[in-house]
T-cell receptor, first 118, second 117 residues
Framework: GAVVSQHPSWVICKSGTSVKIECRSLDFQATTMFWYRQFPKQSLMLMATSNEGSKATYEQGVEKDKFLINHASLTLSTLTVTSAHPEDSSFYIC??????????????FGPGTRLTVL | AQKITQTQPGMFVQEKEAVTLDCTYDTSDQSYGLFWYKQPSSGEMIFLIYQGSYDEQNATEGRYSLNFQKARKSANLVISASQLGDSAMYFCAMRELPQGGSEKLVFGKGTKLTVNP
């Protein structure tokens, strides 16, 4: 149980285009979803936290207009990288936590999405 | 200041031997949680073990155990009987609740473990 999926698993796009990444909790209701970015050989850095039905809370230094996060339902959150540039190339990982079952307060991670911007 | 410190960028261990991965943390909270995750080259984050600050006994999960020394603020991961499949990055993380903010995980920089045959 407590499975989180991400789609796509990898994406290559041209500079200036927008890319949407989906994060779904498959077998639990994720009241909170987290989006992380990981550069090669580095740690995970939290970008933003979103609660279902509310605006996302962004970490310091993360541009909210560039990284649009929507958490419209208890099982789906999306991250849209707008006007992507090569420096946005990274590994993006989402996680979800819920308030029921084994997922209470524990974050379950998706498999990640590798974004390459040419 | 770093809240989670992993001082070993890389570690090597022989197959079937035990290895300890170090993690120290910094917090003034009384209630907190400590996690260890494994990240293989595929990128997925695999939960290994959890230790709550009020847990009196060290957490164990199969071949994984957490050596929790609260006074020293350390939460080292011990992997017994290493297997080739244990080769991966290992991240220590702390769950914190910032004032006025939402609960979140803070990760250390990770340790790359290589298990040699």
């Amino acid at each position: 149980g407590a499975v989180v999926s991400q789609h796509p698993s990898w994406v290559i796009c041209k500079s200036g285009t927008s890319v949407k990444i989906e994060c779904r909790s498959l077998d639990f209701q994720a009241t909170t979803m987290f989006w992380y970015r990981q550069f090669p050989k580095q740690s995970l850095m939290l970008m933003a936290t979103s609660n279902e039905g509310s605006k996302a809370t962004y970490e310091q230094g993360v541009e909210k207009d560039k990284f649009l996060i929507n958490h419209a339902s208890l099982t789906l959150s999306t991250l849209t990288v707008t006007s992507a540039h090569p420096e946005d190339s990274s590994f993006y990982i989402c996680s979800g936590s819920g308030t029921s079952g084994r997922a209470y307060n524990e974050q379950f991670f998706g498999p990640g999405t590798r974004l390459t911007v040419l | 200041a770093q809240k989670i410190t992993q001082t070993q960028p890389g570690m090597f261990v022989q197959e079937k031997e035990a290895v300890t991965l170090d993690c120290t943390y910094d917090t003034s909270d009384q209630s907190y949680g400590l996690f260890w995750y494994k990240q293989p080259s595929s990128g997925e984050m695999i939960f290994l073990i959890y230790q709550g600050s009020y847990d009196e006994q060290n957490a164990t999960e199969g071949r994984y155990s957490l050596n929790f020394q609260k006074a020293r603020k350390s939460a080292n991961l011990v992997i017994s009987a290493s297997q080739l499949g244990d080769s991966a990055m290992y991240f220590c993380a702390m769950r914190e609740l910032p004032q006025g903010g939402s609960e979140k995980l803070v990760f250390g920089k990770g340790t790359k473990l290589t298990v040699n045959p």
